[in-house]
């Protein structure tokens, strides 16, 4: 079955950085789009980035524009999610996504989602 595998996520202050990663796996990954989205306690999920299967198309929410970016190995099934510059309002378990569609920023027409990894970011 398919398998999308968070990892990467942690505690860190304000100004750091962290980089994520998500591995698939039972689904031929260079046919996907892939995303990450995030939900804060309370908030609804949102987009974060998202890339087209062969990398070469990218979006990325305004409010990660310039601090954050998506990338993909398509020989080793992974997806990346490199943040820099992190700041309070970030923090949010962080999720990535699959769907067939290209890039979207719309959660509903992702196929496969995984389980979040959290990211906490202190002042």
């Known amino acids: 079955q398919v398998q999308l595998v968070e990892s990467g996520g942690g505690l860190v202050q304000a100004g750091g950085s962290l980089r994520l990663s998500c591995a698939a796996s039972g689904l031929f990954f260079r046919t996907y789009a892939m995303g990450w989205f995030r939900q804060a306690p309370g908030k609804e999920r949102d987009i974060v980035a998202s890339?087209?299967?062969?990398?070469?198309?990218?979006y990325s929410a305004d409010s990660v524009k310039g601090r954050f970016t998506i990338s993909r190995d398509n020989n080793k099934n992974m997806v990346y999610l490199q943040m820099n510059g992190l700041k309070p309002e970030d923090t949010a378990v962080y999720y990535c996504?699959?769907?067939?569609?290209?890039?979207?920023?719309?959660?509903?027409?992702?196929?496969?989602w995984g389980q979040g990894t959290q990211v906490t970011v202190s002042s």
């Open positions: 890339i087209n299967w062969s990398g070469d198309s990218t």
């Open positions: 996504a699959a769907n067939r569609l290209g890039t979207n920023s719309d959660s509903g027409l992702y196929a496969y």
